[in-house]
């Protein structure tokens, strides 16, 4: 099992950029793929990008192609989400998520980091 801790969420301006961590620990992460989600109120949960436990294939929702990056440091155990261009819909609690594949499932989670964009 893997423990994940997500900081770096905070308030921003519209076209604003933030970079969120996630922290993991246990001795699987390296070995995990690893998926940032979201989830705005009256929103269900949704799947922003995920990569492989090598970095070697990642995957974004269409929602956030080209303006958000998933990326991890093994050596550190940790995922990041650098965002760019946001906007007042990308305003959500961001999770971080490990499993066995990029494609799910996803049995551990972060408590959360709240995102708020604004106009």
């Known amino acids: 099992q893997v423990q994940l801790v997500e900081s770096g969420g905070g308030l921003v301006q519209a076209g604003d950029s933030l970079r969120l961590s996630c922290a993991a620990s246990?001795?699987?992460?390296?070995?995990?793929?690893m998926g940032w989600f979201r989830q705005a109120p009256g929103k269900g949960r949704e799947l922003l990008a995920s990569i492989t436990w090598s970095g070697d294939s990642i995957r974004y929702a269409d929602s956030v192609k080209g303006r958000f990056a998933i990326s991890r440091d093994n050596a550190k155990n940790t995922v990041y989400l650098q965002m760019n261009r946001l906007k007042p819909e990308d305003t959500a609690v961001y999770y971080c998520?490990?499993?066995?594949?990029?494609?799910?499932?996803?049995?551990?989670w972060g408590q959360g980091t709240q995102v708020t964009v604004s106009s």
């Open positions: 998520a490990a499993g066995p594949t990029p494609a799910g499932p996803f049995p551990s």
């Open positions: 246990g001795s699987t992460f390296s070995r995990s793929a």
